[in-house]
């Protein structure tokens, strides 16, 4: 089975910082990696899929890249809404699903 | 606009079951597989089960295998999750997601539920 290991797993930032996360999978996964947001008490929020595509709707601050075994989700400039929880996941088919351990953006 | 609404959750005692529905609108539900993902008390995600388009293929994380059935009616457009022989550990917030295919292998969970809260104590 894939693993996916996120780092760090805290981070302190401030407004305007820009923000880098990273996940590991633990086997090649192309770019078949997604990013979401959750915010507490709230469902994830999907925020880039195929590693890189942004989805709808999402600012353009957020932005993905990477592909095999190394992936990165950036946030150009963190705004007061962006402190959250961020999660990787891989999804290789309808029925192969692993979430990597989150990463938490918190206020410095 | 898609919805995903769960209920069912509530306070069970180990060893007893509960049931959980997702009613989903704002879509073609029989072209989905639908998910159910659960988050314990200030934990992370973990996948929990998936059930195909038509109900034809369920597979189960090892840690309710055995315990947890997952279902769907697809002239309701509802899912719904059986989980008999409940423990401790399965205490959670149980969210259903619509997987999204965009092609080859790429996909996402690009709607979720609010999600219900499962407590199991005695």
């Known amino acids: 089975d894939i693993q996916l290991t996120q780092s760090p797993s805290f981070l302190s930032a401030s407004v305007g910082d820009r923000v880098t996360i990273t996940c590991r999978a633990s086997?090649?996964?192309?770019?078949?990696l997604v990013w979401y947001q959750q915010k507490p008490g709230k469902a994830p929020k999907l925020l880039i899929y195929a590693a890189s595509t942004l989805q709808s709707g999402v600012p353009s601050r957020f932005s993905g890249s990477g592909s095999g075994t190394a992936f990165t989700l950036t946030i150009s400039s963190l705004q007061p809404e962006d402190f959250a929880t961020y999660y990787c996941?891989?999804?290789?088919?309808?029925?192969?699903?692993?979430f990597g351990g989150g990463t938490t953006v918190e206020n410095k | 606009q898609v919805q995903l609404v769960e209920s069912g959750g509530g306070v069970a005692q180990p060893g007893r079951s509960l049931r959980l529905s997702c009613a989903a609108s704002?879509?073609?539900?029989?072209?989905?597989?639908m998910h159910w993902v659960r988050q314990a008390p200030g934990k992370g995600l973990e996948w929990v089960a998936v059930i195909s388009y038509d109900g034809s293929n369920v597979y189960y994380a090892d840690s309710v295998k055995g315990r947890f059935t997952i279902s769907r009616d697809n002239s309701k457009s509802t899912l719904d999750l059986q989980m008999n022989s409940l423990k401790p550990e399965d205490t959670a917030v149980y969210y259903c997601?619509?997987?999204?295919?965009?092609?080859?292998?790429?996909?996402?969970?690009?709607?979720w539920g609010q999600g219900t809260l499962v407590t199991v104590s005695s």
């Open positions: 996941q891989h999804l290789n088919s309808y029925r192969e699903v692993t």
């Open positions: 997601a619509r997987i999204h295919h965009y092609g080859s292998a790429i996909y996402s969970f690009d709607y």
């Open positions: 086997l090649g996964v192309s770019s078949s």
């Open positions: 704002g879509f073609i539900f029989s072209s989905y597989a």
